[in-house]
């Protein structure tokens, strides 16, 4: 790993919860090998184009990565319906990052959705240049996940295929396509994935109890996770 620099951020109101202070450690790279990342992943770091980070909030530890056990998962019925509203229906095509006007007005439809109906802050337009920051320009190559319907793009994932695993980055998708659970569809397809790679885990990221953007993440069961950046301790226990 080359880094670039390291800065924490002063407190802040946190976007998780709002009744709590935030902070995070943010450590910027020139350079950065899948394994050394996953090595920091199990830390309990994460990975945002070339910015890897973590919260350091001095009175809450609510975000805690969290991990999917691939060949103990067994899809709920919710899960199922959503398998059965989209298999054959829409076409997955994973390829390498690139923009294109197509991705930019979508992600630009999720966020105005979700600043409408879940309170996130209002960014305005993503310009290219900024995607390509976010998602394109990477440490090393990620895989991005496209969906479609009818031949029209409705989903765009991407992932870390990490020799600890796969691991989901970020995830939009066309609101209208909420009905269909498009979200809760991608990370089954994530989960099958890992398992035809042999993954023993898949990384979803970080869940947070009471931030209903995050809280689907313990749907995928059974799931670990990160206590203390150490121990992956099983949803039973905490």
Known sequence: MVSLQTVTTAPHACSYLPDQTARLRYVFVAAL???????????????????????????????????????????????????KANEGAVELRVGEPRVTAEKLALY??????????????DRGPKAAGDYAEAFVDQPFLVQEWCYYRGGRLVGVGYVDAL????SAIYFFYDPAERVHSLGTYN?????????????????????????????????????????????WLSGRQG
Not at 163 to 166: D, F, N, T
Not at 223 to 229: I, S
């Open 33 to 83: 090998s899948p394994e050394e990342y996953g090595a920091l992943m199990l830390a309990g770091w994460r990975r945002f184009g070339r910015a890897v980070f973590r919260p350091v909030c001095e009175a809450c530890t609510a975000c805690r990565p969290i991990r999917v056990d691939v060949a103990a998962f067994r899809p709920n019925s919710s899960q199922k319906r959503a398998a």
């Open 108 to 121: 630009d439809l999720f966020h105005d959705f979700q600043h409408d109906h879940q309170g996130w802050p």
């Open 187 to 231: 990370v089954l397809k994530l989960l099958a994935a890992a398992a035809d790679r042999g993954d023993a885990y898949a990384y979803l990221g970080y869940h947070v109890e009471g931030c209903r953007s995050l809280e689907y993440k313990a749907n995928f069961r059974p799931f670990e996770r990160l206590h203390g950046g150490k121990n």
């Open 163 to 166: 020799p600890v695993g796969l």
